[in-house]
């Protein structure tokens, strides 16, 4: 297999992945400082997910570039709470208490614009590029690649592979910049009421949920974000801490189109992408042409989620 690096990270699939877990250390390069999440093996070589604290940005490197430092997670946090990191994650949990919706959910105040968040929920219908297609209409003249974020659970990717390879398509043409959010690998849902429903289902084994993921990520090209979205924005305290301890940040929303939520300056949008949710899609295209006007001058933006938060905790 050829490897083919660039300046961010690697432009291959993992295919063999071994030994994939949690790992917390401290990775020096060159003075830089970055925080090891994850260590795992492939085809003999070892690798780490490292994340910037301060940019929130994460890329796949070789273990053996960096000075490594092992860490407890309660390190991480004391060791760099004056990052964006940290910082997020301290946010995130004042929110936990709530059964829907805990997490960060708006980012960027007093900006001209929004974070868009399009959930790919396991489905049997096709994705709707539609979406996709004209946010990159929309924005090309002024706003190239346009930023999203994309949370995908493991069973659509494993059913959905032209579209994903679709997506990764319009990242490799410059004509979407995608944060890749962990949604979860099954994304179960039941009937029961919430409280046992989703992530907090009896049985639920959130290293398989989580790490799996991921795993199934990296196979397909994909570089895992620090960002987790929980399916049907259903958690508890109990998970959110737990989460967190993945390293993760949870991500909420406080304009759900399809709910009837309306966007304000700085609000992360969200809409399912995955063909089940017809309304979500129709109001985000309306919502796209009675801001067209706004977008050519500017005044209406799509940020990026990991450029927002570390905006809003500098």
């Known amino acids: 297999m050829i490897i083919i690096l660039t300046s961010k990270s690697f432009a291959q699939k993992f295919e063999m992945i071994k030994r994939y877990k949690v790992n917390y250390s401290i990775a020096t390069q060159n003075q830089e400082k970055l925080i ?3 260590s795992f093996a492939n085809n003999n070589q070892k690798y780490l997910l490292l994340v910037n ?3 929130l ?4 490197d070789f273990a053996n570039k960096y000075a ?5 997670y309660s390190n991480v946090l004391a060791i760099f709470k004056n990052t964006a990191y940290v910082k997020s994650l301290e946010a995130a949990l004042e929110k936990d208490l709530q059964l829907q919706n805990a997490g960060i959910d708006h980012a960027i105040p007093n900006e001209k614009g929004i974070t868009l968040t399009i959930d790919l929920c396991p489905s049997h219908k096709g994705l709707d590029r ?3 297609q004209s946010v990159f209409d929309e924005f090309k003249k002024i706003e190239q690649p346009a930023p999203i974020a994309v949370s995908v659970s493991g069973k659509w990717m494993l059913k959905h592979q032209d579209d994903l390879n679709w ?3 319009l990242v490799d043409k410059k004509e979407l910049n995608i944060t890749w959010v962990n949604h979860s690998y099954n994304h179960e849902v039941n009937s029961l009421p919430l409280a046992e429903n989703f992530l907090l289902a ?3 084994n959130l290293d398989i949920e989580v790490l799996e993921n991921e795993k199934l990520m990296l196979k397909n090209g994909l570089t895992p974000s620090v960002f987790f979205r929980f399916p049907g924005l259903v958690s508890d305290k109990s998970i959110v801490e737990k989460i967190e301890a993945y390293g993760l940040i949870p991500i909420g929303s406080d304009a759900w189109l399809a709910k009837g939520q309306q966007p304000n300056a700085g609000s992360i949008v969200l809409i399912h992408g995955n063909g089940n949710e017809e ?3 129709k109001d985000f295209i309306q919502l796209l042409k009675a801001k067209q006007a706004d977008v050519i001058t500017k005044q209406w933006l799509l940020f990026d989620l990991r450029q927002g938060l570390e905006k809003e905790f500098e």
């Open 57 to 60: 940005e994460t890329k796949i």
């Open 130 to 132: 539609i979406i996709f």
């Open 53 to 55: 604290p301060n940019s």
């Open 68 to 72: 490594l430092s092992s860490l407890e």
């Open 36 to 38: 090891a999440l994850r």
């Open 279 to 281: 309304i979500g899609v």
């Open 202 to 204: 009896p049985g639920t």
């Open 167 to 169: 997506l990764k398509s």
